[in-house]
């Protein structure tokens, strides 16, 4: 199935984006004030499925902002991490969180899908925020061989206890498409793309693929694409030595996503004078301070604080009926107000430059939301596919 990028920001999405948050106030005693919910306080907990806090991109991104959220909001946050990235896993981790007190989950990831689906009816009185979880993701996990490959022929919310979960997934074959457009369009003839054996980097390796072809299509420059997933979700030093390689032979930026194994491209990119391309948030801070300054050419990213502040806000504020039963795309929405779009490249730190210029990228954008460019969102193929570039797969590495 191909499905046409057409509007990618339900309406009822940016009345979210767009409101303006109130914060509880702490009492007179400055001790912590309780905010009212359904169920009269409110305690958070992060869920991670995989990976660390500390992988100073994804899963620490969602903690950070949730953590900061509830310290300024007086309400009392943890976190969990699942043992192993398995529903059993999961669900013994929810678990965790229920039996200490949390009832507001913020679960990052489209591994918690058919977690969610079960926990959400077990804990009724839990409120459930699956972050990257889609329609598609809780369609496959409750209808299995009867899904038909088509989120718009099915009332998701027929098959899952909707009340209490709300889900936001970000178009991450966008933000790849941005990526992989602007690299070919700033002059890289020769591109890498490393991932996790994960569906947010299939997504995202899609996304960079098609970027990179519809711009070599309009110039007609000779570009390959050397393309891997990683078993590994942290660097290491074959995966370093691997992708090393890659630069050796003529290699001269590669875009990394999920997990930790930036890393290993950044070390790689640091030996060979390449260059890196990040994702899931802006990481030219992160890899251009332990690697080198200007290593970092551009980043993939996801408007996650964006996202959470405002669901955040939402259950603060008493508003959940706003949030029950949703399946929020975060895609793009605006050219001239970036902080409404769920993807993006950051302008502050991607290094433009007189071939691909921030206007060249606001034309993009338009060109993108006006419905000028065909972006495939098809998950059931294995492996991305190009007309115009030439393209080496290796699937893992």
Known sequence: MRRIFTVLLS??????????????????????????????????????????ISDQGYNQTVYEVCRDF?????????????????????????????????????????????????????????????LDVSAEDLLLTTLGDKYDGNPDSWTVTDFYHWENVTCGDFQEELAGFLAGYAAVKMGFARLGFLGTDSESS????????????????????????QYALSNDIAGNDDLTAAVSEWYENGTEIVMVSDGSVYTSVA???????????????????????????????????KNIAGYL????????????????????VM??????????????????????????????YDDLLSAVIDGDFSISFDHSQAEPTANHVSLNVVMTI
């Open 70 to 130: 509830c310290d300024d909001n007086h309400i009392d946050f943890a976190f969990y991490k699942s043992e192993e990235n398995s529903t059993e896993a999961h669900l013994s981790a929810i678990a965790a969180a229920v039996s200490e007190g949390c009832n507001l989950l913020i679960i990052p990831g489209s591994s918690f899908a058919r977690a969610v689906t079960e926990a959400c009816e077990l804990y009724p009185d839990v409120k459930f925020v699956a």
């Open 11 to 52: 309406l009822s999405m940016l009345v979210l984006m767009c409101a303006c948050g109130l914060s509880p106030s702490s009492g007179e005693d400055g001790e912590t004030s309780v905010v009212s919910t359904d169920q009269g306080y409110v305690k958070a907990a992060v869920i991670s499925a995989f990976g660390d």
């Open 202 to 225: 299939r997504r995202y390796g899609s996304g960079f693929v098609q970027g990179a072809d519809l711009a070599v299509g309009d110039s007609g420059a000779e570009v390959s694409i």
């Open 331 to 360: 895609g793009l929405v605006s050219e001239k107000e970036p902080a409404r779009n769920g993807v993006y490249l950051p302008s502050k730190t991607t290094m433009w430059n007189d071939s691909f210029s921030e206007e060249d």
């Open 267 to 301: 070390e790689a990119a640091r030996k060979h004078d390449g260059n890196v391309i990040g994702a899931n948030c802006d990481q030219a801070s992160t890899i251009d301070k332990k690697y080198g300054n200007g290593l970092t050419i551009t980043s993939a990213a």
């Open 309 to 328: 502040e405002n669901v955040l806000s939402a259950v603060v504020e008493g508003r959940w009926e706003d949030l029950a039963g949703r399946t929020d």
